[in-house]
């Protein structure tokens, strides 16, 4: 799992020196369904043909941050405050999706490290411990640099991670409050969902999406070595391993030129995702990208 990290810094790099090249090279299915991932992702990012009158739009996701209740949850707090994460990615909602009102973002100490849609409450708590928890996974993942670098290398991994759970956690919101018929597992569903939004988005948002595979990939490791630091999230949600797998084939299949890293074969060990599972993910992306766009049509704003 480690091998994620070094693709990672190669990801960066990537990006870094990366101009406007060629979008995909997609090698694997159809032509079509290349064709139709392309169109239907675009729509995503510039909105549909029709979009909801302005009186559809009638909310907003709302952030705010509950009184800590530990000093680490204080830390926690100062941490969300100062990197605007929630804002970052209530705001990046809000601008692709139009909600029928206002949605509360609760950053709050919760006793659990946890993240949630509420059906009761019709809102999403953001626990403080949650957040604590995943800092752990990180530094245990980011050992590279001087202690300043790790540091900040961990603040951007929880961002990206932060944008991964919220934005799989407004999917719940989303299938409750416009009563979407979601086919399959529903935790499945929101994952697609949080992958399609990251995948489709700007390097920022893709980087995300990285961030929140090697979270996945870290739970992972704790999960094998016998010790789940995050009880109550992993209750209601697949095995990380198997989200793991999942994002990492989503993201390959959303651009298989430019995240050809992630697959493992020959020339390229280090990657993760294998090969007989990579061959089919553009296609899995493509029916992905399919399904919540048309889900969602009437709700994509412009
Ligand atoms: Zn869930």
Redesign the pocket.
Known sequence: MTAVRKARARAGAMLAGAALTAVTGCSSGSGEATTSTEDTVRRFKAGPATSPSASADRGDLVVSYEKPEKPADRRTEAFLKRTKALEGVSDYADDLIALPYDVPLRAKSCGQANA?WNPQTKDITYCYEFVDTLRQIYEEQETEGSAKEREAAVEQDLVGLTNGVLL??LG?GLIAMYDLPATGEE?DA?DQLSALLLASGDDEHQQYAIDTINAWSGLAEAESAGNMPADEYAD??SLSIQRFYNWSCWLYGSDPGRYKWIVKREGNPDGVLPEERAERCPEEYAKIARAWSTLLEPYLKD
């Open positions: 949630f799989h956690e719940h935790e929101v209601e949600h």
